[in-house]
């Protein structure tokens, strides 16, 4: 099971300086991959933590493509219905080109009613734009030539299409994983929430015809002992990676977390 670590892209850690120097440290201690998340419009009343900054997610990939060689680069996840599809297929292709290929696409509908005001989106019409930007995706790297509002045109640059993992809980997201992604990206505390969904996943799988692999967002306690039992649990399930939820004040204190988790010895396989 390979292992990934978030990065602040948020509140006083979304420094340039914090945010280069922590992603070399993730790349230097061997960590499969980093990842960011997305928010575009917070609002005053729920701005704690963040304190309403965010950088925006494909540009600091971009960004953060330029400053590491090896590390894979994760949106965890990025908001489908607060973008127009042509843009963001083609800043998601620059980011897979310009990274050498190391995009990993985690993608949601979003679930913030303030931000889909801020945008003048209808919050109820999420999960038909996701999978409609989701269909015009797959086209795009599909094919040289799109054709769009009866018009051809060149969609260039077209790298190898980023694996496309689909964030969200069953039973919708699950549905959404098989049709359009390359895998499940949930969110859970402890892997006995995720075994039941994953066999569910597996048996939709198969029906159609088609493979996936499981990406968890999920923390690890304090402790050898107990940090190792929680690593075993997850890749009992067969999950892929692992992507661990980091909560940190400066560079010291990240690079104090990874050496803990490094300290464990985990073979990445």
């Known amino acids: 099971m390979k292992l990934g670590v978030t990065l602040r892209n948020m509140g006083p850690q979304s420094s340039p300086s914090t945010m280069r120097e922590c992603a070399l440290a993730a790349e230097a201690a061997g960590f499969e991959s980093i990842w960011i998340t997305d928010h575009i419009a917070i609002p005053p009343d729920d701005a704690q933590g963040s304190g309403g900054r965010y950088t925006d997610t494909l540009t600091t990939l971009a960004w953060l493509a330029a400053a590491t060689e090896r590390i894979a680069l994760g949106s965890g996840v990025l908001i489908l219905p607060y973008r127009p599809a042509l843009p963001t297929a083609k800043q998601i292709a620059t980011v897979q080109e310009l990274s050498g290929e190391r995009l990993l696409l985690g993608v949601g509908i979003g679930w913030m009613d303030a931000e889909f005001r801020a945008l003048g989106l209808d919050r109820h019409q999420r999960g038909r734009v996701s999978d409609e930007l989701l269909a015009y995706l797959r086209r795009c790297f599909g094919d040289e030539v799109m054709t769009a509002h009866d018009q051809d045109f060149l969609f260039l640059p077209r790298p190898k299409c980023p694996p496309i993992l689909i964030g969200g809980r069953a039973p919708h997201a699950l549905r959404r994983a098989v049709n359009y992604g390359d895998g499940w990206l949930p969110m859970a505390q402890e892997p006995g929430q995720l075994a039941a969904p994953i066999q569910q996943y597996r048996q939709m799988l ?20 107990a940090a190792l039992e929680k690593l075993e649990a997850f890749a009992q399930l067969g999950v892929e990676r692992l992507v661990v939820g980091m909560r940190y004040d400066d560079v010291s ?13 985990w073979d990445q396989g």
Do not use: C, F, H, N
């Open 253 to 265: 204190a990240y690079r104090d977390q990874l050496g803990a988790i490094t300290e464990l010895k």
């Open 206 to 225: 198969e029906e159609a015809g088609k493979i996936g692999a499981v990406t968890v967002m999920s923390g690890l306690p304090q402790g050898t002992d």
